[in-house]
């Protein structure tokens, strides 16, 4: 029996000839990541190893992303020990807040990750870049320690389901919907310790910036990764960005797969999760009245210029609904400043919303959109747990840039066709 | 190795926000993180939790972030081990990492109710309800992680390679 895509790239870094789920390997890291919550609390772990030096300083990416700018003393200090702990080890990529971005915005578009590499990162949500035909992986800050240490991390092989992609999604129909979709379909948990393989002829109508949303977004299915194959599109994008090899793996023929679900994007509508799991999911002619007081539109799932171009495109020559609060943030510098040039900020500041720097601030309640009891966002970010973005009694609702736009018109849950777009 | 204690008992789906809020993530003390475990689930767990008491909850523990300060707050709370229908991987990951007992048992995780004292035993994978007098076979390891858990996480593991 043949490999899914992801076991092929585990094998060929794991020194195997062939793999099977469930087997326990030891793959070679090609990247590992850390940010200024969970970096800390690795470089803490990796005072105690007999190890002391990085594997490799051009393989470890350091982003201060989560309370930045500092938000209090405390993060300060997180972010001091990471900034200290990177001009100690040399560590190539550390981004200072000038240069930075949220962390999976920046890492693709600094060029550091390509297609075959195996990546963990002690974030969730470094599971994007499956987007780009890689093995990626969220863990935890001790997997980051002994990453960083050793250049190597261990794995249980995962089994996978197939999602086949079929047909052209509809005007306003991104990837954040597609992904919403899936999730609502099986579950949060329903590729749990699994891959999702992305297939399919309907994989060419969607854009790179939507390859990205739907990769990090596995994790909220429960997966361990999210993979696309290597296409044109995907091989432009890398040329584009990086000067590192890349390395196209596709699954044998003969792959097995746990599960395989045939969808077809035409038939697709925009798709809001509704309060507290992103399984709980409604397409947007079934939510109902939902009046709302904050609109949030950024993250490392719909913070790029596509998805901004999208709002900008709702927003242009309309108003923020009175009494509402719309902050919009680029995901990485380079984002802002295009959306800066293409004149996209000036459209937000003059529709009423507030344009703010890179940060994953709101998204996890952070900083920077804090929610106060019993109120509600509609949000393009990746989770609406409870007190997610705030006091335990406020709601978040995940949309797409287009709903989230149209809704900061409305002042409630709408679709742009509400608008007559 | 074993463990014994009594149950606090939660439901599907408990994401690692409500186990430890971002909002506290600008420490990464475990005492402090302890003093707000469980806080947006359960508020009265940091006053009612003993050292030694056991989670017991249904499927997909620790969904959600990868914040290692989940499992280290739920470890730093006292709590011996915490049995589940199913984890969320990178909880699972992290917790053998730092070395928090935890075990994935689907019957014991819908029988046992919360405040029985159950005890667990952690080479055979069995867990005892003692209050209830009820016995689950829960699911060992894989030798590769109980080497982990054995060297009380994967740091010490390493060192001792």
Excluded at chain 1, 80 to 93: P, V
Excluded at chain 1, 340 to 349: D, K, N, S, V, W
Excluded at chain 2, 19 to 46: G, T
Excluded at chain 2, 107 to 123: R, T
Aim: aromatic fraction near 6%.
């Amino acid at each position: 029996m043949g490999m899914t895509m992801t076991q092929i790239i585990l094998a060929a870094h794991a020194g195997l000839e062939k793999v099977t789920a469930g087997q326990l390997i030891e793959a070679d890291l090609d990247l590992v990541l850390g940010n200024d919550v969970t970096a800390p609390v690795a470089i803490h772990e990796m005072e105690k190893m007999k190890i002391q030096k990085v594997f490799d300083k051009d393989k470890i990416a350091l982003v201060p992303d989560h309370f930045t700018p500092n938000k209090d003393i405390k993060s300060a200090q997180h972010c001091k020990i990471m900034r200290e702990f990177a001009m100690d080890q040399e560590i190539t990529n550390y981004f200072e807040i000038g240069e930075m971005g949220i962390e999976h915005a920046l890492l693709p578009e600094k060029g550091l990750v390509v297609a075959g590499d195996v990546v963990i990162g002690a974030d969730s949500h470094t599971c994007t870049y499956g987007a780009l035909g890689a093995f990626s992986t969220g863990v935890g800050s001790t997997d980051m320690a002994a990453g960083m240490a050793t250049g190597k991390a261990w794995f249980k092989v995962p089994s996978a389901i197939k999602f086949v992609l079929t047909g052209k999604p509809g005007k306003w129909v991104s990837g954040k919907d597609i992904i919403l979709h899936i999730i609502g379909m099986i579950g949060v948990d329903g590729a749990l310790y699994k891959s999702m393989e992305f297939v399919g002829e309907g994989i060419t109508h969607l854009s790179m910036d939507d390859r990205f949303t739907i990769a990090n977004m596995a994790i909220e299915a429960g997966a361990k990764n999210g993979i696309f194959p290597v296409d044109d599109l995907a091989i432009q994008y890398m040329k584009e960005h990086s000067k590192k090899e890349y390395k196209i793996y596709e699954a044998d023929e003969d792959a097995s797969y746990d599960e395989t679900y045939v969808i077809d994007l035409s038939k697709l509508k925009p798709t809001v999760a509704f309060p507290h799991l992103p399984e709980n999911t409604r397409t947007i002619d079934q939510v109902g009245d939902i009046k709302i007081d904050q609109v949030v539109i950024g993250s490392c799932t719909n913070g790029r210029l596509d998805d901004l171009r999208i709002a900008a495109k709702v927003l242009e020559g309309r108003k923020v609904a009175k009494g509402l609060r719309v902050i919009i943030f680029p995901a990485t510098q380079a984002i802002y400043l295009k959306a800066m040039e293409e004149g996209l900020l000036a459209t937000f500041i003059k529709a009423g919303a507030v344009v703010s720097t890179p940060t994953c601030g709101p998204c996890l309640g952070g900083h920077m959109g804090i929610l106060a009891a019993g109120e509600r966002a509609v949000a393009t970010t990746n989770r609406n747990f409870v007190g997610r973005m705030g006091h335990v009694e406020s709601e978040v609702y995940l949309a797409s840039p287009a709903v989230a736009a149209a809704s900061a018109v409305t002042g409630k849950i709408s679709g742009p066709e509400e608008l007559g777009l | 190795m074993k463990a014994f204690g009594r149950v606090h008992k939660y439901g599907d789906n408990v994401d690692t926000d409500v186990i430890i809020p971002a909002r506290y993530l600008n420490s990464s003390d475990p005492k402090e993180l302890a003093s707000k475990c469980m806080i947006d689930i359960d508020k009265d767990f940091v006053n009612r939790v003993k050292p030694g008491d056991i989670i017991v909850a249904n499927k997909n523990f620790g969904c959600g972030s990868s914040r290692e300060h989940a499992p280290i707050a739920i470890k730093a709370s006292g709590i011996s081990c915490v049995i589940a229908e199913t984890f969320a991987r990178i909880f699972y990951r992290n917790s053998i990492n730092i070395g928090l007992p935890i075990i994935e048992c689907a019957e014991a995780a819908k029988e046992i109710e919360a405040g029985d004292e159950v005890e667990i035993d952690f080479d055979s994978g069995v867990i005892y309800n003692r209050t209830k007098g009820t016995k689950y076979q829960g699911q060992a390891f894989p030798e590769f992680m109980q080497k982990i858990i054995k060297a009380e996480g994967l740091i010490n593991y390493i060192n001792n390679q």
